[in-house]
């Protein structure tokens, strides 16, 4: 059963910045498309950023140029580094885990079958 664990989430500033960690258990990441995604208060679920089984990626609009998902296949584990942060990226970000196949769908939250409990990041000066 493939099983997700996020890490790394906290208080942050405006301006700066955090890295989010997803260890995976129960399957490669070759065999995974892993994205990122995140809740904010009141607000739907939305899809950030995602990295394919072959290490392509894909990033939301907002985030272009901010963030950057990378893995570590010796690890098993799917990073976000996340740089010059602002107060509307304050959120819950789950990582979460699908077949190859909906990588191209991945900003999606329905693609996705594995999730994580998620990490809180909050924004604020």
């Known amino acids: 059963q493939l099983q997700l664990v996020e890490s790394g989430g906290g208080l942050v500033q405006p301006g700066g910045s955090l890295r989010l960690s997803c260890a995976v258990s129960?399957?490669?990441?070759?065999?995974?498309?892993i994205g990122w995604l995140r809740q904010a208060p009141g607000k739907e679920r939305e899809g950030v950023s995602c990295?394919?089984?072959?290490?392509?990626?894909n990033y939301e609009d907002s985030v272009k140029g901010r963030f950057t998902i990378s893995r570590d296949n010796a690890k098993n584990t799917v990073y976000l580094q996340m740089n010059s942060l602002k107060v509307e990226d304050t959120a819950v970000y789950y990582c979460?885990?699908?077949?190859?196949?909906?990588?191209?769908?991945?900003?999606?939250?329905?693609?996705?079958?594995?999730w994580g409990q998620g990490t809180q990041v909050t924004v604020s000066s």
């Open positions: 990295i394919s089984s072959i290490g392509n990626t």
């Open positions: 129960g399957s490669s990441l070759d065999y995974n498309a």
């Open positions: 979460a885990a699908g077949p190859p196949v909906v990588f191209r769908y991945c900003m999606s939250p329905l693609v996705f079958t594995s």
